[in-house]
């Protein structure tokens, strides 16, 4: 039965194994047949069979070629300077010969391409450094501000001193991809040591811990806070040497290969070659000695400074090197008299595959001026720059949409919450729009080389802004929901109390139904506080309630004492509901909110001696405390947004020559903006600097803190970046206009 399925099922005069292999199988005997390549199977297999090392300065052989090989192709060089379309050239392939005494070469374009996945996954372990930095930052005080400033510009360099590399340098070969692999690595241990990393460490904090060993310590907290510091602080100097190292080395390997294409092409080697080899072994000395001396003297004041100087001038070092490098051009020729014995690139063994028509026969030798072949890959500036910018906004999106969630869960939720929530979502739409359709997006970038990597180097204070700018929004977004909600809640607790009736002898009020829900809501058990206001008045019992006068200023106080009490611990509790997986409290801090738990000194002060600045309280200064990072976010947020307006019209500007009125409407526009949002940081100014005043010192009070109470923060980036964004749209569409009318007077006029 089997055999005749069998046979009605196979096809005619095919037995089962032609069939299986001609319809499953096909191919797997067959090598790659160029004549049916209809999907370029055969670039990929030779792409894929990639060299151990590729020179940038010959066309890729792929491993198949002799290492004498010249440039294959010959490419049109374009003066970047001049901004201006290049020029087709007139002469072929087939009669670019040197065929005239003295005659000067066209400049050779060598193009490498290379897997893009390489270039995206070292984005995404790039931005994991700083992220968790991010993450594991408090932001409490400016010096934490400072290390974060210092921790970003040394790994955005690290990221820009690559990405100008693979624009001119990366070839598909294993050395590249065993370079990244190992930078990989590196930004993995940056990522583990972020936590400890500060740059007070041992200069302000843990000052003289290199004279404590392990028989001085007694606390356990100090000793692996000091453990942690040391371990983080020398991980990070060495990665950072060992990844300057792998960009000299890079930059060395470049420099051998183009010694080698020199000496077979019959050229000088240029000086652009040999800038960053020299000059990087200067930088690595920087870093390397400052790598050596956080691990022997890095815990003494002296080390820990130095340690930061040495990379400054490891930084500068560098960054002045490839500025010089991107000025230097390539155009350095050689008059020689080509030998007899050259060989033509049409004599050289090629791989069947690869092998070109035949061409007429070069001419006699003769004396020239050969262009140096000018190596360029795959790697896009302009995208990798867009590709990062879109990482870093969503990584600050990321952190706005998780303290979203603690602040919608948290109940009773003041009235400017969702006015927040969707000033919020503007603003991130608003940078995304304002950098990917800004008047020079989608294309690349115009001019000499050194204007380039100037535009380039615009977009770190544009990055560090959007970074710092989102980071800001999330703290204002948390305080401002943390103090609206915070009135809404004491207002509606006010109420509840007032219309209930309760006495102290009375165990129903102890099961208050409505002060019971209310409280539970807010992490609070109303029974427990309840015995606790009964144990204050009777002295833990020691005084009957009846002996007890509640018009007496004794009783006031005590319930006073209570009150203090418990309305800290509800903004205790709104605290942590808010900064969710944040919601650590400082130790100090802590041991400050439990004395006042406890000790009735504090709470009794606040409740009967006003002091004379409402900051002075106690419980004031510890709401103070649990914000300090919106606090001292909002003295400069106006200023990152007006920084990164005034970064985007400076790229704008550098990107190209403006070429019309409608561009140069927006670059202005953009640049007026950034300063009337600067201007707003003039509401630091003020005789008081506090968040709390009495009603009569408001009028004195620093207007930055006057904008807190009216929930004006965000609402007011929102409005300014709204404004400049319905500035660009009418501009665009007068723009529009323009070309539409002068087509219509164009075909009228045919």
Request: aromatic share 12%; charged share 20%.
């Amino acid at each position: 039965m089997s055999t005749r399925l069998s046979a009605a099922w196979q096809p005619v005069g095919m037995n089962f194994k032609e069939w299986l292999l001609g319809e499953w199988f096909r191919g797997i005997r067959d090598d790659v047949n160029r004549d049916e390549d209809d999907n370029e199977l055969v670039q990929q297999r030779l792409e894929q069979w990639r060299p151990f090392s590729q020179s940038p300065f010959i066309e890729p052989n792929l491993g198949l070629m002799p290492r004498n090989d010249h440039p294959q192709e010959l490419a049109v060089h374009t003066d970047g300077g001049d901004e201006k379309a290049p020029e087709k050239p007139e002469t072929s392939r087939t009669n670019s010969g040197l065929s005239q005494q003295n005659s000067i070469s066209m400049p050779i374009q060598v193009n490498h391409t290379g897997p893009t996945w390489v270039h995206l996954f070292y984005d995404l372990a790039w931005t994991a450094t700083f992220s968790t930095l991010t993450q594991n930052g408090k932001f409490d005080e400016a010096w934490d501000t400072v290390s974060y400033v210092t921790f970003f510009l040394v790994m955005w360099w690290m990221w820009a001193s690559q990405t100008l590399y693979s624009v001119h340098f990366y070839t598909n070969d294993w050395v590249h991809l065993f370079s990244i692999f190992v930078q990989l690595i590196i930004f993995g241990l940056l990522c583990a040591t972020t936590r400890g990393y500060d740059v007070t460490s041992y200069i302000l904090k843990l000052r003289g811990a290199n004279l404590l060993t392990i028989s001085d310590i007694d606390d356990p907290e100090e000793y692996r806070e000091d453990r942690v510091t040391s371990y983080s602080m020398i991980t990070i100097a060495f990665s950072i040497a060992a990844s300057r190292f792998i960009h000299w080395v890079q930059h060395t390997i470049v420099l051998i290969h183009g010694r080698r294409a020199a000496h077979t092409l019959q050229l000088h080697t240029p000086l652009k070659l040999f800038v960053l080899p020299a000059g990087l072994a200067i930088s690595n000395g920087f870093f390397w000695a400052g790598a050596v001396l956080t691990k022997t003297i890095g815990k003494s004041v002296y080390g820990a400074k130095i340690k930061f100087v040495l990379w400054g001038v490891g930084l500068l070092v560098e960054l002045v090197l490839h500025v010089f490098t991107e000025s230097l051009s390539w155009g350095t020729t050689s008059s020689r008299h080509a030998k007899e014995s050259t060989i033509t690139q049409d004599a050289l063994p090629q791989p069947e595959l690869l092998k070109a028509p035949p061409q007429s026969p070069q001419s006699s030798p003769a004396q020239r001026n050969q262009a140096w072949p000018e190596p360029r890959s795959n790697v896009n500036l302009r995208e990798r720059l867009e590709g990062i910018t879109t990482v870093i906004l969503g990584e600050g999106l990321n952190g706005i949409a998780g303290t979203l969630y603690s602040v919608i869960s948290a109940p009773g939720i003041g009235g400017p919450v969702p006015a927040n929530i969707i000033c919020a979502a503007f603003l991130v739409y608003f940078l995304a729009y304002f950098y990917f359709e800004g008047p020079t997006g989608h294309r690349d970038p115009k001019g000499s080389s050194v204007r380039q990597m100037m535009w380039m180097l615009l977009h770190f204070p544009f990055h560090l802004g959007i970074i710092l700018l989102l980071l800001g929004v999330k703290n204002q977004f948390i305080m401002t929901s943390y103090l609206s909600t915070a009135n809404k809640n004491f207002r509606i607790l006010n109420e509840v109390m007032a219309s209930q009736e309760l006495y102290l002898d009375d165990p129903a009020s102890a099961q208050n139904l409505p002060l019971k829900n209310f409280l539970l809501k807010r992490g609070i058990k109303w029974a427990t506080e309840f015995k606790e206001l009964n144990e204050t008045v009777t002295n833990n019992g020691t005084i009957p309630l009846e002996d007890i006068d509640v018009n007496s200023p004794e009783f006031d106080n005590q319930v006073g004492i209570w009150s203090m009490r418990m309305s800290l611990k509800i903004m205790e509790q709104f605290y942590k509901t808010f900064m969710g997986e944040n919601s650590e409290i400082d130790p100090k801090l802590q041991a400050k909110i439990q004395d006042y738990y406890t000790n009735s000194t504090k709470p009794l002060q606040d409740w009967t001696e006003p002091p004379k600045l409402a900051a002075s309280y106690t419980y004031t200064s510890i709401i103070t405390d649990l914000l300090k990072p919106g606090l001292l976010s909002v003295h400069y947020i106006v200023g990152l947004a007006a920084a990164i307006l005034l970064s985007l019209a400076a790229m704008n500007r550098l990107h190209s020559k403006p070429r019309d009125r409608f561009q140069w409407g927006i670059i202005l526009s953009r640049f007026f903006m950034g300063i009337a949002l600067a201007l707003l940081i003039l509401l630091n100014v003020g005789d008081i600097k506090s968040l709390w005043v009495y009603d009569d010192e408001v009028s004195r009070q620093a207007g930055v803190f006057r904008w807190i109470w009216a929930w004006m923060v965000l609402p007011t980036l929102a409005i300014a970046f709204a404004v400049e964004f319905i500035i660009e749209r009418i501009l665009i569409r007068y723009a529009g206009l323009a070309v539409a009318r002068k087509r219509r007077h164009t075909n009228s006029s045919s």
